[in-house]
């Protein structure tokens, strides 16, 4: 089985920075992307930024210059600075990744549990 856990965020001012981190843990034989995700309430999940495996990023342009993906291939982890926060920020932020669990070619999505980010203004 695969277990993926977020950790991080909590509550900060407008202006301040967060930073949240997920790892992959169990049967994994190689990690493909690894992305960030939040919904806020009464609204639908939304991608927030991705890596891949190369280190290629895409970032939702509502974050573009003020989040950054990385990740740690070694320690199955990926990583999301935020900073200058906004209250439109608060949410919460999923960690999902897509990986192989043996050498065959299919991939597999798993979901962390979430994680609070909270900007007040």
């Known amino acids: 089985q695969v277990q993926v856990v977020e950790s991080g965020g909590g509550l900060v001012q407008a202006g301040g920075s967060l930073s949240v981190s997920c790892v992959a843990s169990g049967r994994i034989f190689s990690i493909n992307d690894m992305g960030w995700y939040r919904q806020a309430p009464g609204k639908q999940r939304e991608l927030v930024a991705q890596?891949?495996?190369?280190?290629?990023?895409i970032y939702a342009d509502s974050v573009k210059g003020r989040f950054t993906i990385s990740r740690d291939n070694a320690k199955n982890t990926v990583y999301l600075q935020m900073d200058s926060l906004k209250p439109e920020d608060t949410a919460v932020y999923y960690c999902r990744v897509t990986l192989r669990t043996g050498q065959q070619a299919r991939t597999y999505q798993y979901w962390g549990q979430g994680t609070q980010v909270a900007v007040s203004s």
């Open positions: 890596i891949s495996s190369g280190g290629s990023t």
